[in-house]
């Protein structure tokens, strides 16, 4: 599954050849990629709505048009990318869903794995509102961080802190230096070094130790 840093270079990528285009129609042949509203609607809405800005939200990307919010899950095997309607990529044989564009462009949402969702919304809040502080955002506090909870319990709860891989976010505490993985995150802020969540984030996924 992508990592936050993947999917904000997705998003970074997605910037400079979407903003600007107006979507002209969609097509689908996998019913489930698309989560809300129903295919039907979705393709009502989107119609004629303009790319105005690209984000990130956690792992989910936010492609806001005039009116609505595309929203993209890429979950394991998602590739979404814009391409000229005549160039054929080897990923192309995965999509099953894709967005016609003005200028001849489409974008284009590839998952072989067919895990992937496609939101249309007017409030992204309704799909990330329980979701925690990005984890090198502003609002990613000391206060933000302690609970109760066991660190490695705590770590990959999407709604106390996102974009930490279950597998690894106790390897990753301990790479740090910083946090003891069966102590409570309350007990452990209170002498030890400050949080570099900069240093969470570069460590490796594999642990300590590994090559």
């Known amino acids: 599954m992508p990592e936050l840093p993947e999917v904000e270079t997705v998003v970074r990528g997605l910037r400079t050849p979407l903003i600007g285009r107006t979507v002209q129609s969609m097509w689908y042949d996998w019913p489930r990629t698309i989560h809300s509203p129903s295919p039907e609607e979705f ?3 989107i119609a004629g709505q303009t790319f105005r800005a690209v984000k990130r939200r956690a792992k989910y990307i936010l492609a806001e048009l005039d009116h609505d919010v595309l929203i993209v899950h890429l979950k394991m095997t ?11 990529h080897d990923a192309d ?13 489409q974008l284009r949402f ?10 249309l919304s007017e409030a992204v809040e309704r799909i990330t509102g329980k979701l925690g502080p990005e984890p090198l ?12 909870a066991p660190s490695p319990v705590m770590l990959p709860a999407w709604y106390l802190i996102l974009s930490t891989a279950i597998r690894s976010s106790d ?7 910083m946090i003891s993985p069966i102590m409570p995150a309350s007990n452990r802020v209170a002498y030890r070094r400050p949080l570099d969540m900069g240093a969470m984030q570069r460590a490796p996924a594999c642990g ?4």
């Open 171 to 177: 390897q990753r505490c301990i790479y740090c230096g």
């Open 78 to 88: 998602g590739r979404l990318y814009v391409t000229p309607r005549d160039v054929v």
């Open 93 to 105: 044989r995965w999509v099953h869903f894709r967005l016609d564009l003005d200028e001849g462009l």
């Open 137 to 148: 955002g502003d609002d990613f506090t000391l206060a933000a961080f302690q609970t109760s």
């Open 110 to 119: 590839s998952d072989s794995r067919k895990f992937g969702k496609v939101y």
């Open 43 to 45: 393709a009502a809405r």
């Open 208 to 211: 300590v130790g590994s090559g």
